[in-house]
C-alpha cells in the first residue's frame, strides 16, 4: 500500500530556514507536490516535481526548492527566509501520474506536518 509520511516540521523564526522531508514507502511516485492550509484557510499548492522539472506557486517561488532522492524514495522541500504567512500544515502528494498540480491531480497523500513561523 503507498503511503507518504511527512517529517520535520516544527517551530522557526521569522527569516529562518527549514528543510521538510516526505517519505514514500517502496515506491517511486513519477510525481510529487507540496501543499499547505493555513488556519482557517484552503489548501493550496505550493510547489511540484516532475521528473527534472520543478514548479512554485507565486508566493514561494525564489525562497522555497523542492527536490527528490529516488534511491531513497524521498521528497524534500527547503524553505528560506520563512515568514508567518508560511506558517502552514504542509502536505505531501504524490501520483503516478497526470499533469495537473492540483489536489484532484495527485491521488496519494500524506497526513502533513505542521510549520510554524514566529514574527
Do not use: H
Amino acid at each position: 500500500q503507498e503511503q507518504l509520511v511527512e517529517s520535520g516540521g516544527g517551530l522557526v523564526q521569522a527569516g529562518d530556514s527549514l528543510r521538510i522531508s516526505c517519505a514514500a514507502s517502496g515506491v517511486t511516485f513519477s510525481r510529487y507536490a507540496w501543499f499547505r492550509q493555513a488556519p482557517g484557510k484552503t489548501r493550496e499548492f505550493v510547489g511540484g516535481i516532475s521528473g527534472g522539472s520543478t514548479y512554485y506557486a507565486d508566493s514561494v517561488k525564489g525562497r522555497f526548492t523542492i527536490s527528490r532522492d529516488d534511491a531513497n524514495n524521498g521528497v524534500y522541500l527547503q524553505m528560506n527566509s520563512l515568514q508567518p504567512e508560511d506558517t502552514a500544515v504542509y502536505y505531501c502528494a504524490a501520483s503516478f501520474y497526470g499533469n495537473r498540480w492540483s489536489e484532484a491531480g495527485m491521488r496519494y497523500w500524506g497526513k502533513g506536518t505542521l510549520v510554524t513561523v514566529s514574527s
